[in-house]
């Protein structure tokens, strides 16, 4: 008995072992393509790596010829050699110089429906079909099936080495025979090669008649409905300021990378050179600006200027981030000042309380008395001057305090909405304004208060009495959370980065997308298209030429808070 039960159990042992055996034999590894993507981090040259479903260390340890030790020095950040790897998270490889990177290589050819559909049981022996995909071009794609570029051209009748993501082409199984030298030819007048067809329902393979005027045709063709331009473009950033990494710079960098990539899934090619320029430094050459269909970046006014006289004007050099910068692109040609300056807000601020002002309404500009009027409070004051607008001044004191209620009471109607606009950028003028504002309002007087993005800035305004004087604010930024896109912008942005977007990673990303875009339809005459608006996520876009031949952004967001403590986008 015990003899049989051994036996027994000896035979469950083999056939597990033997399942086991042929899972392995089945189970092939991940592909992983030795990316072309390349970026600058602490001095050093980096591969930037996003990870597939099923890689593993080991594999992109091999695939670009470095070991694992290395790859855990240069993602710290990351604690990859306790926590692993995810799927879509980038990685940085380093470069290891004289050392050619060879991809490991293991393939599994699959006979799949697409080989049924556009083939017989013997076309599918002599090719398998290969559907393109968004970070793929034809080298990697010819280094996959280690068959050669010309071999994939010729069985496809392929001009141009050019392909598009979801393309579905066909690989050789036999490559030489559609090598030079193999007596392949090209098919002659009436003859035919079945073509295979693309997502965009265009066909990589067809021969048909005359080659050569269909080349011909395909190029006239290509001109006038195929706008879409290769773009090279620089990213200069401070990213290691005061010898640690500024989190805001690589909050933009990750914003304006996802950007890239969403853009190349849309099967735009982008040439995407990054540099860290802190302390001044000006890593990159005159050569290299004069390749660069734009540059984006750097932030300070200083960095803007020493870019500026590196470049010779070769290029577009796009302000970022900061406002101040807007007079440069008053003065020198070739910039865009990205973030729409407080001029632009102010006029909007002022021509949306024209739009909503009715026939028993007030308007009251509010000044702070005994002090010369700045720069901000000036153009508040000229701007509502200027625009024929029917208003009453009032001027006050902060020290003058419950005094001034009754006068500021006296001063409204009863009968309409009174709109109070404060010509005032002093954090404690505007925070008594504020308050002073809020106790009239519950003498039942109906009140709006109107401001551009500098009062949102001083946190020590309570929320609440925003919600009640129902701000409208003409603002730069703001993100509507409600909106599809930018739904999907965070859900992308956290598989990948593992953490929430800050403002500047929403910057990144608008920036990198509109003036990619723009590029891209209309190639190097994209400043001079007509059609310099666009909608981001957080900001929008109208670009309009100074007279010094640089660009300004005056495009303004209007927000409301509401009583029910919501705040909304309205335009």
Same mark, same amino acid.
């Given at each position: 008995?015990?003899?049989?039960?051994?036996?027994?159990?000896?035979?469950? *042992?083999?056939?597990?072992?033997? /399942?086991?055996?042929?899972?392995?034999?089945?189970?092939?590894?991940?592909?992983?393509?030795?990316?072309?993507?390349?970026?600058?981090?602490?001095?050093?040259?980096?591969?930037?790596?996003?990870?597939?479903?099923?890689?593993?260390?080991?594999?992109?340890?091999?695939?670009?010829?470095?070991?694992?030790?290395?790859? @855990?020095?240069?993602?710290?950040?990351?604690?990859?050699?306790?926590?692993?790897? +995810?799927?879509?998270?980038?990685?940085?490889?380093?470069? &290891?110089?004289? #050392?050619?990177?060879?991809?490991?290589?293991?393939?599994?050819?699959?006979?799949?429906?697409?080989?049924?559909?556009?083939?017989?049981?013997?076309?599918?022996?002599?090719?398998?079909?290969?559907?393109?995909?968004?970070?793929?071009?034809?080298?990697?794609?010819?280094?996959?099936?280690? #068959?050669?570029?010309?071999?994939?051209?010729?069985?496809?009748?392929?001009?141009?080495?050019?392909?598009?993501?979801?393309?579905?082409? &066909?690989?050789?199984?036999?490559?030489?025979?559609?090598?030079?030298?193999?007596?392949?030819?090209?098919?002659?007048?009436?003859?035919?090669?079945?073509?295979?067809?693309?997502?965009?329902?265009?066909?990589?393979?067809?021969?048909?008649?005359?080659?050569?005027? *269909?080349?011909?045709?395909?190029?006239?063709?290509?001109?006038?409905?195929? +706008?879409?331009?290769?773009?090279?473009?620089?990213?200069?950033?401070?990213?290691?300021?005061?010898?640690?990494?500024?989190?805001?710079?690589?909050?933009?960098? *990750?914003?304006?990378?996802?950007?890239?990539?969403?853009?190349?899934?849309?099967?735009?090619?982008?040439?995407?050179?990054?540099?860290?320029?802190?302390?001044?430094?000006?890593?990159?050459?005159?050569?290299?600006?004069?390749?660069?269909?734009?540059?984006?970046?750097?932030?300070?006014?200083?960095?803007?200027?020493?870019?500026?006289?590196?470049?010779?004007?070769?290029?577009?050099?796009?302000?970022?981030?900061?406002?101040?910068?807007?007079?440069?692109?008053?003065?020198?040609?070739?910039?865009?000042?990205?973030?729409?300056?407080?001029?632009?807000?102010?006029?909007?601020?002022?021509?949306?309380?024209?739009?909503?002002?009715?026939?028993?309404?007030?308007?009251?500009?509010?000044?702070?008395?005994?002090?010369?009027?700045?720069?901000?409070?000036?153009?508040? !004051?000229?701007?509502? $001057?200027?625009?024929?607008?029917?208003?009453?001044?009032?001027?006050?004191?902060?020290?003058?305090?419950?005094?001034?209620?009754? $006068?500021?009471?006296? %001063? %409204?109607?009863?009968?309409?909405?009174? $709109?109070?606009?404060?010509?005032?950028?002093? &954090?404690?003028?505007?925070?008594?304004?504020?308050?002073?504002?809020?106790?009239?309002?519950?003498?039942?007087?109906? !009140?709006?208060?109107?401001?551009?993005?500098?009062?949102?800035?001083?946190?020590?305004?309570?929320?609440?009495?925003?919600?009640?004087?129902?701000?409208?604010?003409?603002?730069?930024?703001?993100?509507?959370?409600?909106?599809?896109?930018?739904?999907?912008?965070?859900?992308?942005? =956290?598989?990948?980065?593992?953490?929430?977007?800050?403002?500047?990673?929403?910057?990144?990303?608008?920036?990198?997308?509109?003036?990619?875009?723009?590029?891209?339809?209309?190639?190097?005459?994209?400043?001079?298209?007509?059609?310099?608006?666009?909608?981001?996520?957080?900001?929008?876009?109208?670009?309009?030429?100074?007279?010094? /031949?640089?660009?300004?952004?005056?495009?303004? =967001?209007?927000?409301? @808070?509401?009583?029910?403590?919501?705040?909304?986008?309205? =335009?």
């Amino acid at each position: 008995m015990n003899r049989y039960l051994t036996t027994f159990v000896a035979s469950l *042992c083999l056939t597990a072992a033997s /399942g086991t055996i042929t899972a392995a034999q089945e189970y092939v590894a991940p592909q992983v393509v030795v990316s072309t993507d390349k970026v600058r981090y602490n001095g050093k040259v980096y591969y930037s790596h996003i990870v597939q479903e099923r890689q593993t260390l080991y594999s992109i340890s091999k695939a670009y010829n470095v070991t694992l030790q290395e790859i @855990y020095d240069a993602n710290p950040n990351l604690h990859l050699n306790t926590e692993g790897l +995810k799927k879509d998270q980038i990685i940085l490889i380093p470069i &290891k110089e004289g #050392v050619t990177q060879t991809p490991t290589r293991t393939t599994k050819v699959e006979t799949t429906a697409d080989n049924k559909a556009d083939s017989g049981d013997d076309k599918a022996k002599e090719y398998t079909i290969h559907r393109v995909k968004w970070f793929e071009d034809l080298t990697s794609i010819a280094r996959k099936y280690m #068959v050669s570029k010309e071999s994939i051209m010729n069985i496809n009748g392929m001009t141009s080495e050019k392909v598009r993501r979801k393309d579905k082409i &066909k690989i050789p199984t036999h490559p030489e025979k559609w090598e030079k030298g193999s007596g392949y030819e090209v098919a002659s007048a009436g003859s035919s090669t079945e073509g295979t067809s693309t997502e965009s329902g265009s066909s990589t393979g067809a021969v048909t008649g005359d080659d050569s005027t *269909c080349s011909e045709n395909d190029g006239v063709f290509d001109r006038i409905f195929n +706008k879409r331009h290769k773009t090279s473009m620089a990213l200069l950033l401070p990213f290691n300021t005061a010898k640690k990494a500024d989190s805001q710079m690589m909050d933009f960098y *990750c914003g304006a990378l996802l950007a890239a990539k969403d853009l190349g899934e849309e099967g735009r090619e982008i040439d995407m050179n990054v540099y860290d320029v802190a302390g001044g430094a000006m890593p990159v050459t005159e050569e290299r600006f004069s390749e660069s269909d734009f540059v984006i970046g750097p932030v300070s006014n200083t960095d803007i200027a020493r870019t500026i006289n590196a470049s010779k004007g070769k290029t577009w050099i796009v302000s970022p981030l900061d406002p101040r910068a807007e007079v440069l692109a008053d003065t020198i040609p070739n910039i865009i000042q990205a973030p729409s300056p407080t001029k632009a807000q102010i006029a909007d601020m002022v021509r949306w309380v024209d739009s909503d002002l009715k026939t028993n309404d007030k308007v009251i500009l509010i000044t702070q008395k005994g002090v010369a009027a700045n720069g901000y409070s000036a153009n508040v !004051i000229n701007e509502v $001057r200027n625009s024929g607008l029917r208003h009453s001044d009032l001027s006050f004191n902060i020290l003058e305090g419950r005094q001034i209620m009754g $006068r500021i009471s006296a %001063m %409204m109607t009863d009968n309409g909405t009174n $709109r109070v606009v404060v010509a005032s950028d002093s &954090k404690a003028f505007v925070i008594e304004v504020v308050r002073l504002l809020y106790l009239i309002s519950s003498q039942k007087k109906e !009140i709006v208060l109107y401001s551009t993005s500098k009062l949102r800035t001083f946190e020590e305004i309570d929320v609440e009495q925003l919600h009640t004087l129902n701000l409208h604010s003409s603002v730069s930024y703001f993100v509507d959370y409600d909106s599809k896109d930018v739904q999907n912008f965070l859900m992308k942005y =956290r598989a990948l980065y593992g953490t929430e977007p800050s403002r500047t990673a929403f910057q990144g990303y608008d920036l990198m997308k509109f003036f990619t875009t723009a590029h891209s339809e209309y190639g190097s005459k994209w400043d001079k298209s007509g059609n310099l608006k666009g909608t981001g996520l957080q900001s929008d876009f109208n670009l309009v030429k100074t007279s010094r /031949g640089g660009y300004l952004n005056d495009a303004v =967001r209007r927000i409301v @808070y509401n009583p029910d403590y919501s705040v909304n986008l309205i =335009r």
